[in-house]
C-alpha cells in the first residue's frame, strides 16, 4: 500500500489550533489497545505524523507571528513494514528541533513493553507573498518598480532573508544577476550609492513646517537613508545629513 498525503492549510485562529491538537491527540490514541489490529501498520505511522506535523506547524506560525499557507507532504513508508501494536499511546517528535519547515524528519515512538522507533520523512512548504523579478535583472544593475512584484513563493528553504515589501528592493543595488520569477533575497542586494564623497549637495534643515537650505559637500558616499559626513559650505561646520535622494541631505533643525 502506497501512501502519500498532502495537506493544505492557512494560518489558523486558537480555535482552529485547539481543534488540531485534538484531532492530534486522537491519531497518537490510534495506537491504543483498544485497536483491532495486532499491528501497527504504515498508514497509522503515517497518520500520526501528518497530525503531529499540522499541530506544530500551525502552532510555530501562530508564535511566530507568521503569515502564509503552508503544505505538508508525508513520504512513502515501505508498506511491508509491520511493528507490534503498541500498548501505550504513540509519542511523535521532531527528529532536529528547530523550524519545522522543509525537509523534516518525524520519531514515532512507542515507549510500551515492547518499544520501538520509527523515522518517518516529510516535506513542509510555506508559502508567501515575497518580493520575485518580473524579469532578468544584471548584476550592479538598480532595482526600478517595474522590475519586481510580489508572488506565492515556498520560502520553506531560504535561509538568506528575503524581503515582503517591493519598497524593501526599489533603489537598491543587484550584487549578482538574476533571472525572472526569482526570489530576491538580501544577499542579491546592497545598498546604492546615491551620493558620494566631493558631491556637492543641498542641505535641508527641517523645522515642522519651516525648511532652511544651504549648500554642502559630501564628505563620504551614502546610500538612500543613510547618515553620512556633510560639510556646509556657508558656515565650514561639518554635520551629519540624512541621504533623501542624489544630491539632497537632510538635518532635523
Not at 116 to 133: D, N
Amino acid at each position: 500500500m502506497n501512501i502519500q498525503t498532502t495537506f493544505f492549510r492557512r494560518l489558523t485562529s486558537p480555535i482552529r489550533r485547539g481543534l488540531c491538537a485534538v484531532s492530534a491527540a486522537c491519531l497518537f490514541f490510534a495506537g491504543s489497545p483498544a485497536s483491532a489490529d495486532a499491528v501497527t501498520l504504515p498508514d497509522m505511522l503515517i497518520g500520526v505524523t501528518q497530525g503531529f506535523l499540522e499541530f506544530t506547524v500551525e502552532d510555530y506560525l501562530a508564535t511566530s507571528q507568521t503569515e502564509g499557507r503552508y503544505e505538508i507532504e508525508v513520504k512513502q513508508l515501505d508498506p511491508r513494514m509491520r511493528m507490534p501494536m503498541c500498548d501505550k499511546e504513540l509519542t511523535a517528535s521532531l527528529e532536529s528541533p528547530g523550524r519545522p519547515l522543509g525537509r523534516v524528519t518525524v520519531k514515532v515512538r512507542c515507549e510500551g513493553a515492547s518499544p520501538w522507533t520509527v523515522f518517518v520523512p516529510a516535506q513542509v512548504r510555506l508559502f508567501r507573498e515575497v518580493v520575485t523579478t518580473t524579469r532578468p535583472l544584471k548584476r550592479a544593475g538598480i532595482i526600478e518598480p517595474q522590475d519586481v512584484t510580489l508572488r506565492e513563493h515556498d520560502v520553506s528553504q531560504i535561509n538568506q532573508g528575503f524581503l515582503t515589501s517591493v519598497d524593501e528592493a526599489i533603489g537598491q543595488k543587484l550584487t549578482r544577476p538574476t533571472v525572472a520569477d526569482q526570489v530576491i533575497t538580501l544577499v542579491h542586494l546592497e545598498q546604492a550609492e546615491v551620493v558620494r564623497k566631493g558631491d556637492q549637495v543641498v542641505i535641508t534643515a527641517r523645522s515642522g513646517t519651516l525648511a532652511v537650505r544651504m549648500p554642502g559637500e559630501a564628505l563620504s558616499n551614502g546610500g538612500l537613508k543613510e547618515q553620512i559626513r556633510v560639510k556646509n559650505l556657508n558656515s565650514q561646520r561639518v554635520i551629519k545629513a540624512q541621504v533623501m535622494a542624489p544630491g539632497q541631505v537632510e538635518v532635523a533643525m
